[in-house]
């Protein structure tokens, strides 16, 4: 019996190693109880993995007196856009134990790019693929500490009949490891909503006017829920809400899944073997569409991008029209 528990131990230790992903799926015990009714793969729910690897983060960096913010985020991208009654997926969450409160809200993922060398390119309603790198606009999982905050101005847009000035805040992400890129890649979180300029006019007495007095112009485009260029999206709501909770007081950020899970999946994908017995996790109902996932490494990657943008001709400056 004692022979049997030590050759499971040594295959559960070298699997991990191989996987780089916990092999157990199951809830930690040392879950605080309110927690527990929270963790499972249903909507609104943290899968066990997430869960264990976001308070494992946060509470080494809570020791190494990194962060002192009372919660700390998360996020599993393996997830579906689209819930079963229609409203944006729940994958991005907020949990404080200290005040005995879970969140789960929508979130965005990188939509990829489809070039003539590589197609890695993700659909509407789940990720297949992943990468770290630079231009790929894909989303990379792994460890992060939110940092400062910036708000620049994106131009006016029609409200009730009057032109407003539009702002977005941007929070950056301080990364290590796979994600320690994060800052070269602008790889940060902010609301799921742009501005689609459409022309400019002249509006002199702005503090935003160019040279000549103009000003761009054009229709706000939400789009929570779907996908981005590679940063973490949120709604407008849950973005005044998070932004305000990590302004000043920086906390960590998980994101699921990492390298070593995706190649992992893929590997079980490929071999035909059970996820849940190999003790890796994917969204069923994801892994039943993109069929497997994939992890594109920088090193494969980056000099494909880098060929796809020399190879770009010349364009000349954008010059908006004048608004009619």
């Not at 499972?40 to 264990?52: F, R, S, Y």
């Not at 409203?87 to 991005?92: E, I, V, W």
């Not at 989303?139 to 000035?165: I, L, N, W």
């Not at 902010?190 to 509006?203: M, T």
Request: aromatic content about 10%.
């Amino acid at each position: 019996m004692l022979l049997n528990s030590l050759r499971l131990a040594l295959t559960i230790m070298i699997f991990a190693a191989l996987s780089g992903s916990p092999p157990s799926m199951a809830a930690s015990s040392n879950i605080p109880a309110w927690l527990q009714k929270h963790v499972g793969t249903g909507e609104g729910q943290i899968a066990p993995v997430v869960l264990e690897r976001a308070r494992a983060l946060y509470q080494q960096k809570l020791r190494q007196g990194q962060v002192r913010n009372p919660c700390y985020l998360a996020k599993d991208a393996t997830r579906p856009s689209t819930s079963r009654n229609g409203a944006p997926g729940q994958r991005f969450y907020v949990i404080c134990e200290r005040q005995k409160t879970f969140r789960a809200v929508s979130s965005g993922y990188g939509n990829g790019r489809k070039l003539k060398r590589a197609n890695f390119s993700n659909g509407r309603q789940c990720a297949k693929n992943f990468s770290n790198a630079e231009g790929s606009k894909l989303t990379m999982g792994g460890s992060y500490v939110t940092a400062e905050t910036r708000t620049s101005f994106k131009g006016y847009y029609s409200q009730s009949g009057k032109r407003q000035p539009f702002h977005r805040t941007f929070l950056l992400f301080d990364g290590e490891g796979d994600t320690a890129n994060a800052r070269e890649r602008a790889i940060g979180g902010h609301p799921a909503v742009f501005l689609k300029w459409q022309c400019r006019y002249k509006n002199p007495k702005s503090p935003y006017a160019d040279n000549e007095g103009y000003v761009p112009y054009g229709k706000l485009v939400n789009y929570t829920g779907g996908r981005s260029n590679g940063c973490t999206t949120w709604s407008q709501s849950a973005s005044s809400k998070i932004l305000s909770l990590v302004e000043g007081n920086p906390t960590t950020l998980y994101i699921y899944p990492e390298s070593g899970d995706i190649d992992a999946v893929a590997n079980a994908v490929k071999k035909r073997k059970s996820l849940s017995r190999a003790g890796l996790y994917w969204n069923a109902s994801c892994l039943k569409e993109i069929k497997a996932p994939k992890f594109w490494p920088k090193r494969t990657l980056q000099p494909i991008i880098n060929e796809w943008r020399q190879s770009l001709p010349k364009q000349p400056p954008m010059e908006l029209p004048i608004c009619k």
